[in-house]
């Protein structure tokens, strides 16, 4: 159990630094006020969820990958409290394109890596 807790302590602190780190440079590179940050770690975390589990990664990756790195990467919180503050400002198109690319960009990627990491695995 210990080590398992290792593994996802691990992943976790390489994730939130990818995703403090990403955010940070672009929201310096490219600041406006769609969340673009967010909607790109999101939507890459799906896809790198998908690819681990349709490789059929072991149990040691997908705690220190899937629920550690991954699992701090992603933010729903951010996410949620975006969506709030483009409600108060009310940009109701901005937040409604911003909800449907992240909820069916997030299912369609994960899918896709899905089904890649499930073509790599058979390759092995």
Sequence with gaps: MLVNIGFVALGAVFGVLARFLFSRWMKKRWP??????TLLINLSGSFLLGMLVGSGAGSHWQLLIGTGFMGSYTTFSTFKLENIELHLKQQHKVLIGYLCLSYVGGVVLAGVGLWLGHEMSAIR
């Design 32 to 37: 406006m006020d769609f969340p673009l940050a």
